[in-house]
């Protein structure tokens, strides 16, 4: 059973052996909210799930940064954390997967890597922070990487799932640059955001089971590079 139509939910909707799990993919997506009437509306849903599991795993898509040491909680993040709480209060049958800066088919949205790819395309004037980095994730390899672990591994898990390479946000546009030969136009201001997190649990989890995912620096583009082609 898949919760959600946004492109995570659709992401899923290739494979029918879910039966016997609840894909909860219909949380608050923006990390930049602050409206306590979507997180009510993620808290409801969630909840009328958990009540109705009906002998189902569920399936949660959380945050990297709530693994990181020391990282701001913002109201999304706060509210990220709850949820996860909520979940482990209800049932011992849950994968938590807490997940980066997502990207797949590229479209206008409000997530890091379409917004400046579209900023880019559009030559918009744009501002970044020097200090700024991220994780990131291809959304078919989360996808690969959820299947394989759930049919697997054992329930009751929060695992972090991110390609191991911290790329600044600067980095990001460079390669955004590269992929559309375009200059950017953004100013530079000076903020720190960023957190560091322990990936080795998923690294050893993707070479144990096989599957065809090759982390690192260049993992950005080339993944971009599969997505614009078509």
């Known amino acids: 059973m898949i919760v959600g139509n946004g492109q995570i939910a659709k992401a899923f909707e290739s494979h029918a052996e879910l039966s016997q799990f609840v894909i909860f993919a219909s949380g608050v997506a923006n990390s930049k909210c602050a409206e306590q009437s979507e997180f009510e509306r993620e808290k409801s849903l969630l909840l009328k799930h958990l009540t109705t599991l009906n002998g189902r795993k569920i399936v949660y898509f959380s945050s990297c940064a709530l693994s990181a040491d020391n990282y701001p909680l913002t109201p999304y993040y706060q509210h990220k954390k709850n949820m996860e709480s909520l979940i482990k209060n209800h049932t011992d049958d849950f994968y938590i997967f ?20 579209f900023a880019i395309k559009e030559k918009c004037t744009f501002t970044i922070y020097d200090g700024a980095y991220r994780y990131i994730i291809e959304l078919s390899d989360l996808v690969s990487i959820v299947m394989n672990y759930i049919s697997t591994q054992p329930s009751g898990i929060c695992l972090d799932v991110a390609n191991n390479y911290l790329y600044s946000v600067l ?30 649990l998923i690294s050893q989890f993707i070479s144990k089971s096989g599957l065809d995912i090759s982390f690192g620096k260049s993992y950005l583009l080339r993944n971009l590079t599969k997505i614009t082609k078509y």
Request: glycine letters at 2%.
């Open 98 to 117: 807490r997940v980066p800066q997502l990207f797949g088919p590229l479209k206008k949205h409000p997530t890091l890597i379409n917004y400046l790819y």
């Open 171 to 200: 980095e990001i546009v460079q390669e955004l640059e590269k992929l559309l030969s375009v200059q950017a136009n953004y100013n530079i201001t000076q903020l720190n955001d960023s957190y560091t997190i322990d990936l080795s």
